[in-house]
């Protein structure tokens, strides 16, 4: 995750740096060194911080999410995870899925296709 991304993310939450490092379970000092670049962000802090976006847009009455079969027009939509649990909104969540070939990638690899991705780009 891009440092500019965090920052974006943060103020799309309403927090403050302490606040969002309560929330993610890691330091002030943290929070500051990924936004300042100092640091990459970890994985599973970049996981929970899409969580935190994903969950606060299904409250916002104004959001038209697509699920990520209809946005890509998915045609193996059927052995996908996504697709089993009706979580196209949280398909960069779950391992296993079936788009752009990243069925067979360990997470860090997968992120690595879900960031260019419109589904969850649509977060920020």
Request: glycine share 4%.
């Amino acid at each position: 995750m891009k440092k500019e991304n965090f920052a974006k993310a943060r103020a799309k939450l309403g927090k403050t740096q302490k606040e969002l490092g309560q929330l993610l379970g890691v330091s002030l000092k943290a929070v500051q060194s990924y936004e300042q670049g100092w640091r990459p962000v970890p994985v599973h802090v970049e996981r929970q911080l899409y969580f935190l976006l994903v969950n606060q847009r299904s409250h916002d009455p104004s959001s038209k999410r697509k699920d990520c079969w209809v946005q890509k027009k998915c045609e193996h939509k059927k052995n996908c995870p996504a697709w089993e649990f009706q979580a196209g909104h949280l398909c960069w969540f779950l391992s296993g899925t079936h788009c752009v070939s990243a069925a067979d990638k360990e997470w860090k690899d997968k992120m690595e296709i879900c960031r260019e991705c419109d589904v969850l780009s649509s977060l920020f």
